[in-house]
């Protein structure tokens, strides 16, 4: 299986802040990296596809960049409602598996 | 837009099957993969296995015996089944689609559903 290793587990920064979050894969995974946030209570929601491609209907302050092994998602201009859990998840092979999340507080 | 639904008992005995449904509406459940995915209370996701419409299906080797998926296209609905719970098995379980032609991106999931194990 491929593990997803996410830093940092948790991150508290202030509304304006630019945050980043990186995903590292045990082994190349391409451009199949995925990134979801997850709300208390809700399902998680796309908000990245293969790496850097942003889901339509997510503000444009999400961004994904990264390839074979290195990736990260950057928020720019942290708002309020960006308080969530996120998790990367790569899509290369079966297993699908998914970082361990980063809790984002403000 | 498609919508999907998991449904099922919340609450299963120690060593029984625990089985789900999850209904697709507003869309085919053919040409895509559907997924199920489990998360225990405060912890993480992980990914119990996925199955297409015309039979293909891949299992997470960690739950693999015991886990069984199945469709009826007739009813735009996919199964899951579980047998020989244990209190490890009590988690919320989604359905998801996974949309393999864009980047096999997980789009859509359903709201969850909470399945406890316990007498």
């Known amino acids: 299986d491929i593990q997803m290793t996410q830093s940092p587990s948790s991150l508290s920064a202030s509304v304006g802040d630019r945050v980043t979050i990186t995903c590292r894969a045990s082994?190349?995974?391409?451009?199949?990296l995925n990134w979801y946030q997850q709300k208390p209570g809700k399902a998680p929601k796309l908000l990245i596809y293969?790496?850097?491609n942003l889901q339509s209907g997510v503000p444009s302050r999400f961004s994904g960049s990264g390839s074979g092994t290195d990736f990260t998602l950057t928020i720019t201009s942290l708002q309020p409602e960006d308080v969530a859990t996120y998790y990367c998840?790569?899509?290369?092979?079966?297993?699908?598996?998914f970082g361990q999340g980063t809790m984002l507080e403000i | 837009q498609v919508q999907l639904q998991e449904s099922g008992p919340g609450l299963v005995q120690p060593s029984e099957t625990l089985s789900l449904t999850c209904t697709v509406s507003?869309?085919?459940?053919?040409?895509?993969?559907w997924t199920w995915i489990r998360q225990p209370a405060g912890k993480g996701l992980e990914w119990i296995g996925r199955?297409?419409?015309?039979?293909?299906?891949d299992y997470n080797p960690s739950l693999k015996r015991r886990v069984t998926m199945s469709v009826d296209t007739s009813k735009n609905q996919f199964s899951l089944k579980v047998s020989s719970v244990t209190a490890a098995d009590t988690a919320v379980y989604y359905c998801?689609?996974?949309?393999?032609?864009?980047?096999?991106?997980?789009?859509?999931w359903g709201q969850g559903t909470q399945v406890t194990v316990s007498s």
């Open positions: 082994q190349s995974i391409s451009n199949y």
């Open positions: 293969v790496a850097s």
């Open positions: 998840q790569q899509s290369y092979s079966t297993p699908r598996t």
């Open positions: 998801a689609r996974e949309d393999i032609d864009v980047g096999r991106r997980l789009d859509q």
């Open positions: 507003g869309g085919s459940i053919n040409n895509y993969y």
């Open positions: 199955f297409s419409a015309i039979g293909s299906t």
